[in-house]
């Protein structure tokens, strides 16, 4: 892979690949040693991530056009000149919008949702033998894009989390299972979910082959922003608070209740319309509605987690 020279106030230190190796990425041209090298840039590279981002966006609507032409057959790659312009014009915008977003109390990386969590082994020691085992289960349905429907949000939402922690805990074996049950619920789902399942089968294969954690845990940051991209945002954010609050009930940790995003969280479930009454009394046991109990709160959580799944719960709020 070509290596230009970094553009001056790029958000890393490493050589940003030139469009065209961005573009080849995003149309599944590059060999494995190639793609891991632009995954790991984008892993730590605001301007790149933004751009493919961007690129996947344009891909997908291009798609969206084709299928509504009569006849037309469904192609998924963009033309090259059109990702390479696209990509240069964004590169030279900056990621000011970006960045506002990964700072959001509601929306930021889950590395920082979850950083008041102990590490290594003293976390996978608290949590137990069992911490990663669904307490939900996700019906796929027939839908053609997965990713995309309220229920699916907020299991992906969840599981990123869990992802999350299973790495920051050097819970390996955890770590594999939940890598392996992304990639089976979203395999052969079409876009958005093909660049999904993609980074995960890569960091399945940096699992296996005993990769540190910086690798995994970068591996795993560019497949959360990919599935950021394609879910249903709000129910999404959802998922995710309410695993790191259940999460935090098995540590004994209260203070994800006491910051912005959670009181948000817990602000939007009792607004919405689409909350069957016998729920209530589970959004009502959530803190900071009450004082934190780990055993009350983790029922309440687990009870909506499980409703979510099951299709039962939407957000009719008008979104977040």
């Known amino acids: 892979m070509r290596s230009p020279a970094p553009r001056p106030g790029a958000a890393t230190t490493r050589a940003c ?3 065209e190796d961005l573009a080849a990425f995003l149309d599944l041209r590059l060999d494995g040693n190639e793609r891991r090298e632009v995954e790991s840039h984008l892993a730590g590279c605001e301007d790149c991530r933004e ?5 996947l966006r344009f891909r997908q609507e291009e798609a969206a056009a084709e299928d509504r032409g009569a006849g037309a057959q469904r192609r998924l790659v963009i ?3 059109t990702w390479a312009l696209a990509a240069g014009v964004l590169l030279a915008a900056g990621v000011a919008g970006l960045w506002l977003l990964l700072r959001d109390p509601w929306t930021g990386r889950t590395r920082t949702l979850v950083a008041s969590l102990p590490a290594g082994r003293e976390l996978a020691k608290v949590l137990g033998p069992a911490w990663s085992d669904s307490v939900w289960s996700l019906t796929r349905g027939q839908t053609s894009s997965l990713m995309a429907t309220p229920a699916a949000s907020v299991w992906l939402g969840a599981r ?3 992802l999350d ?5 050097d819970d390996v074996e955890a770590a594999r299972r939940l890598t392996r049950e992304l990639v ?5 789902r079409g876009t958005p979910e093909e660049q999904v399942v993609i980074s995960y089968e890569l960091l399945l294969e940096e699992l296996e082959t005993g990769s540190e954690r910086t690798t995994l845990l970068e591996g795993a940051a560019l497949a959360e922003v990919l599935v950021a991209d394609g879910v249903e945002p709000t129910h999404y954010q959802v998922g995710r608070w ?6 935090a009930s098995l540590v004994g940790d209260p203070s994800i209740y006491r910051r912005r995003g959670w009181k948000r969280m817990v602000e939007l479930l009792s607004e919405a319309t689409g909350i ?3 729920l209530a009394d589970a959004i009502g046991s959530l803190p900071p509605r009450t004082a934190p109990e780990p055993a009350a709160t983790r029922t309440a959580i687990e009870r909506l987690l499980a409703a979510f799944a099951n299709g039962e719960v939407s957000l009719e709020t008008g979104g977040a």
């Not at 089976?184 to 052969?188: D, F, G």
Request: glycine share 6%; proline share 12%; charged share 30%.
């Open 51 to 55: 751009s493919y981002s961007e690129g």
């Open 184 to 188: 089976e619920k979203l395999a052969n």
């Open 242 to 247: 309410l695993e790191a609050g259940r999460l």
């Open 79 to 81: 033309p090259r000149r």
């Open 17 to 19: 690949p030139p469009a």
């Open 160 to 162: 990123v989390v869990d």
């Open 276 to 278: 069957p009454l016998e």
């Open 165 to 169: 922690v299973a790495l920051r805990a």
